[in-house]
C-alpha cells in the first residue's frame, strides 16, 4: 500500500517539474549570413516572455529584427527576481553582442553586470541610470505622457457627464508620466471636467482596482483610465459590470472587454528594440545614454481598436494632436511640476 | 454618506469572499490537526481552472465547481504526503505553493496559445447576480447588493454549514476529536487517516471556490498575479478568527472592511501619503488581535502528524 503511494508521489513529482521545466526554451537560430550574424537576447521579468505586455512586446521586436535584419535572438525567462543574475551571466557565457534586461526591477543587476563585464554590451527598459550611465550600456524610456494625453483627449470629448476617473498602480515616476498626460488630455478636451484621482498601492490587487472605479463610477465618472497591471483587470470589470468605459494601459486591453474599453494607450517596447537592433546592424551603439521614444518613433501610441467606438470626427482631431506633439506644437507635461506649468500655458 | 457606507459593505463583501471560502477551508483542514498553509497554492490552481473551464464551457457553475475540485486534487496531494507519510505538513505546504502557479502557467500555455493569462469571459457567462435590479436605483441596498455575485451568498451559506457540522454532528465531532487527540480517537475506533484525508481535501476544495471566486466573480480571467498573498490572509484570518468558521469569517470581513475604507477615504485629496492609508487594513488587523482578540489557540494535535503505535 505504501509502496504505491510512494511511487504514485514520486511520478506526480517528476511530472510537474518535468511540466514547470518545460517554460525555458532558446529561440531557434535562422539565416546564418556569410558574415557573422549580431546576437541579441533579452531578459524577462518575472512576467515571462508570454506576458502579453512589456516582456512580449520586447520579444516581438527581437523576432522581428531576427526575421528582417538577419541578426540571432534569443530569451531567458526569469521565474524570481533572484534569477536576473544568473540569466544575465548565462546570456554573457553564451557570447552574445548586445543583452537587454526586460524591466525597470533589473536596473540594479544590469548595472552590476555591466561594470563585471565592461566589454560587454547591455540595454535596459524602463530604466535611465542618467549620468552614471556606464558606456556599454543603453537606457531605454518611453513618453508614456503623449499617448496618455491622446487617451485623455478622447476620454474628455467622449464623457458625457465630464466627469472622468484614472486609477494608478503605485504612485512613482513612470505613473506620474501616464496620469499627468492624461490629466492635460483632459483638459485640452474640456477645461470644466472633473478628474478623480485614486492610486491602489499595489500592481495586483484587482478587487481593489474594481472597488475604486465602482466608486468612480458612483460618483458620476463614465470613464475611468488606469494605469495599474493587474489592479487594472479590476477596473475594466467594474466598467463591464455597469456597461461604462475603461481606458486600457501598454497594449490594447480591447479584448478584456470589447464593448467597454475605449481605447488604450500603448506602449510600444517592440519598435525600441527593433531600433536599437537596427542602429548596431549599422554599427551604431549609443553607450552612455539614455534613448526616449515617443510618439514621433513609434514608441507609444493608441490601440488601432479606438476607431470601433470613437467617431471619425474625434479621431480627426486626435491625428491633428498627435502631429502638433510631434511638431513640438503641444507639450505634454511628465510629473506634477510639469501638469501645473502646462495648466498656465494651456488653460487660459 | 448613507449611499457611501453601502458602498463600503458592498466593497467589504466584495473583498471578503474570496478569504472567507479559504479561510473556511482552513479551519476544516487545521481542526482535523493538519496545517494547511498551501492554501494560497489551491486558490491559484483553483482560480486558474475556474477561469478555464468557464472561458471554454461557458458555464458558471461548472467552472467553480472545476475551480474547487482542481483545489481538492491539490488538497490530495497535501494529504497523501502530510497524512499517509508523516510529511512536514509545512514543507508539504510551501510545495504546494510553488506548484499551483507552476502548474497554472504551464497548463495557461497549453490552453491559451502561449499566453499566461486566460482570455475575459462574458458577462452573461459569469456567475448570476442574484439582486441586481430588484433595488431601486440610489437606494441603500442597491449599492450594497449592486453587481454582487452568487458566490457572495454561498460563501455565507457555507460558513453556517461548516459551523454546524463542526458543532452538531457527528462528523464534526470527529473531526475535531482527531485534530485534538489522535490516539484517543484512535483508540475508540475513529479512522484518524480518513477523517484527515477528508478534512485535508475539503480544505482544498474551500480554497479552489476562493480562487475561482476571484477569476470568475471578481474579475473574470486568470493572470499569474491575481490572488497575490490572498491565501497567507485567509490563514491568518483563520487564526484570527481563533479556528473557528464563524470566527474566520468575521476576521474575513473586518479585513475587507478595512479595504472598503481605505478606497473610501483614498477619493478625499488628504495629506496622507497613499501608502500610509494602504497600510490600514493590516494595522487595524493587528490592533484588533491584539486589544480584542486575546489569546486564540490552535487544536492540540495541529501539525503533528499521527502514526500508529507500532507494535515492540
Given amino acids: 500500500m505504501k509502496k504505491s503511494f510512494i511511487i504514485i508521489m514520486m511520478l506526480t513529482l517528476m511530472l510537474t517539474l518535468l511540466l514547470v521545466g518545460c517554460g525555458k526554451k532558446a529561440a531557434p537560430a535562422q539565416k546564418t549570413d556569410s558574415v557573422k550574424p549580431i546576437k541579441i537576447a533579452l531578459v524577462t521579468d518575472v512576467g515571462g516572455v508570454n506576458d502579453q505586455s512589456f516582456n512580449q512586446s520586447a520579444w516581438e521586436g527581437l523576432s522581428r529584427a531576427q526575421k528582417d535584419l538577419g541578426i540571432k535572438a534569443s530569451y531567458i525567462e ?271 | 454618506m448613507l449611499n457611501n457606507i453601502a458602498l463600503i459593505i458592498g466593497v467589504t463583501l466584495m473583498y471578503s469572499t474570496p478569504l472567507i471560502f479559504t479561510a473556511l477551508g482552513g479551519v476544516v483542514s487545521e481542526k482535523s490537526g493538519v496545517v494547511n498553509i498551501g492554501l494560497e497554492g489551491m486558490m491559484v490552481i483553483g482560480a486558474f481552472i475556474a477561469a478555464t473551464v468557464g472561458y471554454y464551457s461557458g458555464n458558471p457553475w461548472l467552472a467553480f465547481l472545476a475551480g474547487g475540485l482542481a483545489g481538492a486534487f491539490f488538497g490530495l496531494l497535501h494529504a497523501i504526503a502530510s497524512v499517509s507519510f508523516s510529511a512536514d505538513q509545512v514543507v508539504s505546504g510551501i510545495a504546494i505553493n510553488f506548484l499551483g502557479p507552476g502548474v497554472a502557467l504551464f497548463l495557461s500555455r497549453i490552453f491559451f496559445n502561449g499566453a499566461t493569462m486566460t482570455k475575459s469571459i462574458d458577462l452573461d457567462n459569469k456567475m448570476p447576480r442574484l439582486l441586481n435590479g430588484i433595488f431601486h436605483k440610489d437606494s441603500f441596498l442597491y449599492y450594497i447588493l449592486d453587481n454582487q455575485y452568487a458566490t457572495t451568498y454561498i460563501a455565507f451559506i457555507l460558513v453556517f454549514v461548516i459551523w454546524y457540522i463542526l458543532k452538531k454532528t457527528v462528523l464534526g465531532l470527529r473531526l475535531k476529536a482527531v485534530g485534538e487527540h489522535p490516539a484517543a480517537a484512535d483508540t475508540l475506533g475513529i479512522n484518524v487517516f480518513k477523517i484527515r484525508y477528508l478534512a485535508v481535501i475539503t480544505s482544498g476544495f474551500l480554497a479552489g471556490l476562493g480562487g475561482a471566486t476571484l477569476s470568475i466573480s471578481v474579475v473574470s480571467n486568470f493572470r499569474p498575479t491575481l490572488v497575490s498573498g490572498q491565501g497567507f490572509i485567509a490563514l491568518a484570518a483563520m487564526i484570527f478568527g481563533k479556528w473557528k468558521p464563524v470566527g474566520a469569517m468575521l476576521a474575513c470581513l473586518l479585513f475587507g472592511l478595512a479595504q472598503g475604507l481605505v478606497v473610501f477615504l483614498g477619493q478625499f485629496q488628504i495629506q496622507i501619503p497613499s501608502q500610509f492609508l494602504n497600510m490600514l487594513p493590516y494595522i487595524l488587523t493587528l490592533i484588533v488581535l491584539v486589544a480584542f482578540v486575546g489569546k486564540s489557540v490552535a487544536p492540540l494535535a495541529d501539525g503533528i502528524p499521527y502514526e500508529k503505535e507500532q507494535k515492540h
Fill in chain 1, 78 to 348: 526569469s521565474k524570481q527576481d533572484a534569477d536576473y543574475m544568473p540569466n544575465l551571466e548565462t546570456l554573457y557565457d553564451s557570447k552574445n553582442d548586445l543583452i537587454w534586461g526586460i524591466g525597470f526591477k533589473m536596473a540594479d543587476r544590469v548595472l552590476e553586470a555591466a561594470k563585471q563585464n565592461p566589454n560587454q554590451k547591455y540595454a535596459i527598459i524602463d530604466f535611465s541610470y542618467g549620468d552614471k550611465t556606464p558606456s556599454n550600456v543603453i537606457g531605454v524610456l518611453f513618453k508614456e505622457q503623449e499617448a496618455s494625453f491622446l487617451v485623455g483627449y478622447i476620454a474628455g470629448k467622449m464623457s458625457k457627464t465630464g466627469k472622468i476617473g484614472f486609477v494608478g498602480g503605485m504612485d512613482v515616476p513612470v505613473i506620474h508620466r501616464f496620469q499627468y498626460g492624461f490629466d492635460a488630455g483632459v483638459l485640452y478636451a474640456n477645461p470644466k471636467a472633473k478628474i478623480y484621482e485614486q492610486y491602489a498601492e499595489s500592481f495586483t490587487d484587482a478587487a481593489k482596482g474594481k472597488a475604486i472605479a465602482n466608486q468612480m463610477y458612483k460618483n458620476g465618472a463614465d470613464i475611468v483610465f488606469h494605469a495599474a497591471g493587474g489592479v487594472g483587470d479590476g477596473v475594466i470589470e467594474a466598467a463591464k459590470e455597469k456597461n461604462l468605459w475603461a481606458i486600457g494601459v501598454d497594449r490594447d486591453q480591447s479584448d478584456l472587454a470589447p464593448n467597454n474599453v475605449l481605447t488604450s494607450a500603448m506602449k510600444r517596447v517592440d519598435n525600441a528594440i527593433y531600433d536599437v537592433a537596427k542602429k548596431m546592424k549599422n554599427g551604431e551603439f549609443d553607450g552612455g545614454k539614455t534613448l526616449t521614444y515617443g510618439l514621433k518613433d513609434g514608441g507609444v501610441d493608441i490601440a488601432p481598436t479606438t476607431k470601433k467606438h470613437v467617431p471619425q470626427s474625434i479621431l480627426d482631431e486626435v491625428s491633428k494632436i498627435k502631429a502638433d506633439i510631434i511638431s513640438g506644437k503641444i507639450t505634454t507635461p511628465s510629473s506634477k511640476d510639469a501638469f501645473n506649468k502646462w495648466k498656465k500655458n494651456y488653460l487660459k
